[in-house]
């Protein structure tokens, strides 16, 4: 293998971080900016050179996917004795099964999932609050700490924690839950680098057995890595670190977003001042987005070109990015459903475009929307809506399929206001207090049943007397998400999280708003810097095309709140308002420059009465008699097509129309919301139906 044949292609900084000879390494590697490339290349480098045995390499990732194709790029790249790679766990698992073998152990049993146990410890007890999967949520939490049971009330006051019970409660079901697995002889996948890292600790001449095997070490994605594992790698390595052993580590500290997991940040953030003569590489060139798309990020994350924060777009300009408000989230749904229909053009797939929402339940609205518009979509992370644990729970709790529905939602709505409801036989939940409204995965969950009481609220208003039976056909009818197959081509519904480490050339950010964009539950500084990195996550998975959108009013089980935008929404119009000005700033000092005064200048704009309303409110001066005979046609148009009418036109977009009278098909296309497929479809009809209303009203004489 010829070592310079790997650096073709390469940037500069991308090379200087496959061929540093320093030790130890950390890779900064910005969004989209070949991190995997580099670091298998690294890899193949240094086995080319000769200064890395692949008998002797272990790479690590965070998951079973990442680790294939790590694996099958360098075995692309030439390396034929392949290296170890996988997962912590993975790699755990089979150096524990040779030091229960080398000392004639019995090995445990491997429990695959913590909430089965929990459930019948448990006994059911907690209602709807309280899942199976939050208690185990809350173990893992304390186990990559390395938090025993009786350690675990203190550790959570520390950290702040809303456990799903009572901290003493939780404790005591931490506690039986250990004892339980000793009882039976089993161990659970946390337990697999807790006791790893005991048995490399007590056992010298083990320990030194795989030091030796394992010389060169390499990290992925490592402002993911947790307490425990950042000790298994200091295990590995030694204390102090054996000089025989390198390390590699490859993140990016704006993607830190699971320390509400474990996950601690500051294992990447503090590496260079922890490690003695780091060598420390910074990848900042983006293969991956538009200029658009990044200056938004970078006015996402509070860090202005130079500042680090603004990557070198190696991408061609794109169209700026749309912003847009909705009056409830249904309206919101449907209008991105409308977007996406336009945007399908042939020759593109459905798999090209994405919806990402900060929570699972907000996604329900989407599910619903693209299936009446005929849109075929995939649920990536937690699943359909209706596949989910909590709401198949839920659904067999409503009662007998005879039964009415309506009682049972009554039932399901108390129980979700409730902190803790009614054990119904004795447990360890007795004489405990009520806990604190749910946080992180828990609130996700209760989010998740509170949509779909509400969902049981449209269902009663169709059908009054209906059945569980009833429902539930109904939902499946109402929710049509494909099947989750790799080739099914089907727009991608996701969180914010679960799209970490994908991309898609469009991507709708929906339900900006206060309370979701930050989490109402990120209250300290630390929650609400994850919450804006969160979001720089979600914006950064855009290719050409990012569209932002926000709800005025959004219905939570049978309550219809008020919303106001993000806080963070101004940044994104304010780079935007940069970005349409043309002339790109010259340098840091002028972007920042150029941020303030922008943002001046929309809240001016705005005034305290219009606070959180778009800047430009478009069709607010439109003709009413013009914009009655749009929609005259409109409802023709989708009785003839067999869909709703706002798969034809959205009335914001109606609006816009009355208003602007275009009469040309390039004054159409000008018109917000009416692309080139729809101006193709309706526009003959359009401006026969606009050519043929009385004249507009003038500006003085307009309603809004």
């Known amino acids: 293998m010829d070592p310079s044949a790997l650096l073709d292609g390469l940037t500069e900084r991308q090379a200087e971080a496959v061929t540093t000879p320093g030790a130890p390494v950390c890779i900064l590697a910005g969004a989209g900016s070949g991190k995997t490339r580099v670091l298998t290349r690294r890899i193949a480098y240094r086995v080319a050179t000769g200064s890395a045995d692949p008998r002797h390499v272990l790479a690590l990732t965070f998951t079973r996917k990442a680790a294939m194709e790590l694996g099958r790029r360098l075995e692309v790249l030439g390396v034929r004795d392949r290296v170890v790679a996988g997962t912590f766990h993975a790699l755990a698992y089979a150096q524990l099964r040779q030091w229960w073998a080398d000392n004639d152990r019995r090995p445990p049993t491997l429990l695959e999932r913590k909430a089965g146990m929990l459930a019948r410890l448990t006994g059911g007890a907690g209602g709807p609050r309280v899942q199976p999967a939050d208690l185990a949520g809350e173990i893992e939490w304390a186990k990559a700490r390395m938090v025993e049971p009786e350690g675990y ?40 680098l807790l006791d790893l890292v005991a048995a490399l600790s007590s056992d010298h001449a083990f320990a030194t057995a795989q030091r030796w095997r394992y010389r060169h070490l390499f990290v992925d994605e490592f402002q993911d890595v947790n307490p425990v594992q950042a000790r298994l790698l200091a295990c590995w390595r ?35 001042r922890r490690e003695a003569g780091a060598t420390v590489v910074v990848l900042d060139d983006n293969f991956r987005s538009s200029p658009q798309i990044l200056a938004v990020a970078a006015t996402v994350i509070s860090t202005g070109p130079g500042r680090g924060g603004l990557l070198r777009a190696r991408r061609p300009d794109g169209p700026l990015p749309w912003l847009r408000s909705f009056d409830t989230e249904v309206d919101e749904a449907r209008g991105v459903a409308r977007a996406i229909r336009d945007r399908h053009r042939p020759g593109t797939a459905w798999s090209d475009l994405a919806v990402l929402t900060r929570t699972n339940a907000q996604l329900v609205a989407f599910e619903r929307a693209l299936g009446e518009a005929g849109v075929p979509v995939r649920v990536r992370g937690g699943g ?61 969950r209760l989010a998740v049943l509170e949509e779909l009481v509400r969902l049981g609220h449209d269902y009663l208003a169709l059908e009054a007397d209906g059945t569980v039976a009833g429902f539930v056909a109904w939902l499946g009818a109402t929710l049509r998400s494909e099947p989750p197959r790799a080739s099914a081509d089907a727009v991608e519904l996701a969180t914010f999280h679960a799209a970490k480490g994908l991309e898609w050339p469009v991507v709708f950010l929906a339900g900006l708003e206060r309370g979701l964009v930050p989490i109402s539950f990120a209250r300290t500084d630390d929650a609400r810097d994850e919450e804006r990195r969160l979001l720089y996550v979600a914006v950064t998975r855009a290719e050409r095309e990012l569209h932002c959108s926000w709800a005025r009013e959004r219905t939570v089980g049978a309550r219809t709140v008020r919303r106001q935008p993000s806080p963070w929404w101004e940044e994104i119009q304010a780079a935007r308002a940069v970005l349409a000005a043309g002339s790109a700033p010259s340098g840091p000092g002028e972007w920042r420059n150029r941020l303030a005064a922008e943002r001046s200048r929309l809240r001016g704009a705005r005034g305290g009465a219009s606070k959180g309303r778009d800047q430009v409110e478009v069709g607010r001066h439109a003709d009413p008699e013009v914009l009655a005979a749009l929609k005259a046609w409109r409802t023709a148009a989708a009785r003839a097509g067999g869909v709703p009418a706002f798969v034809v036109f959205h009335d914001t977009t109606l609006a816009a129309l009355a208003e602007a009278r275009p009469s040309t098909r390039d004054a159409l296309l000008a018109v917000p919301g009416l692309g080139p497929v729809k101006a193709e479809r309706y526009g003959d009809d359009l401006l026969a139906v606009l050519a043929g209303a009385r004249p507009a009203a003038t500006p003085s004489r307009a309603r809004g």
Request: charged share 25%; aromatic share 6%.
């Open 384 to 444: 359909a809506f209706l596949q989910r644990p909590e709401v198949k729970s839920a659904l067999r709790e409503l009662g007998p399929s005879s039964a009415r529905v309506d009682a049972g939602l009554a039932d399901m709505a108390i129980a979700l206001r409730r902190p803790v409801a009614e054990p119904a036989e004795p447990s360890l939940l007795d004489d405990i207090p009520p806990v604190p409204a749910a946080e992180g995965p828990a609130a996700e």
């Open 153 to 192: 009330e203190a550790a959570a006051a520390a950290a702040g924690r809303q456990p799903p019970l009572p901290a003493p409660a939780m404790a005591s079901l931490y506690q039986r839950y250990e004892d339980e697995k000793r009882r039976r002889g089993q161990v659970d996948f946390d337990d697999l």
């Open 238 to 272: 030694g204390a102090p670190p054996d000089t025989s052993t390198d390390l590699c580590v490859v993140g990016d500290p704006n993607q830190a977003i699971y320390s509400w997991n474990g996950a601690d940040p500051t294992q990447l953030q503090h590496f260079a």
